[in-house]
């Protein structure tokens, strides 16, 4: 692969400017297309292993079942889970540059994690995650969660079904940013 300066200048620098600058725009969009096919927002896995990006680093996987989900930070190849004891991330939304997640009620069954038992810590259902700063933020309850997101200044938050989302990425390549049709408004249950 040539950088995009090194293409600029041995084209440029010929005869026949206008035929090489053409030579030189491809090239240039090969390089952005590249990027946008194998990068960070859209790579749906391969193999036992889907991915769903949300905001660079964060990004929601899952391996071998394709059913439940796991949020994480991707550093290279590898993607850090954030530590929950519950099963899997069963809805997920993004305002601005805060992601915001609810995972299931179900457990993961402790034989998956040998020689540990859950804290009080890890039973928290509702997360918050502000990618600017990099905080996380665990709310017990969707009342406590929905109060943090009005803090914010998210005060009618939209959550998509994880699986549909997966599903319109693979299928479609839409992005959260570009969200499917099928919502669900979060409201305060009085």
């Known amino acids: 692969h040539l950088s995009v300066r090194t293409m600029l200048r041995t084209t440029l620098g ?3 400017v206008k035929s090489k600058y053409e030579v030189a725009k491809e090239g240039i969009m090969d390089e952005i297309n590249d990027f946008l096919r194998f990068g960070f927002y859209s790579d749906p896995g391969a ?5 769903f990006p949300l905001i660079e680093p964060y990004e929601l996987i899952a391996i071998d079942n394709p059913n ?6 991707r550093d290279g190849n590898s993607t850090q889970c954030l530590v929950t004891a519950r099963l899997s991330v069963e809805y997920a939304g993004i305002t601005d540059s805060i992601i915001y997640l609810n995972y299931t009620e179900e457990l993961r069954p402790l034989e998956e994690l040998p020689r540990h038992r859950y804290g009080d810590r890890e039973m928290r259902r509702f997360v918050i995650i502000d990618v600017q700063t990099d905080y996380v933020e665990w709310h017990e309850t969707r009342e406590e969660w929905l109060a943090a997101l009005n803090n914010r200044g998210i005060v009618n938050p939209q959550v998509y079904p994880v699986d549909s989302l997966y599903d319109d990425f693979a299928n479609n390549r839409h992005l959260l940013f570009y969200p499917p049709q099928k919502t669900i408004a979060l409201q305060s249950h009085d």
């Open 47 to 51: 193999w036992d292993c889907y991915r």
């Open 68 to 73: 439940v989900w796991h949020c994480g930070t």
């Open 14 to 16: 010929c005869s026949g």
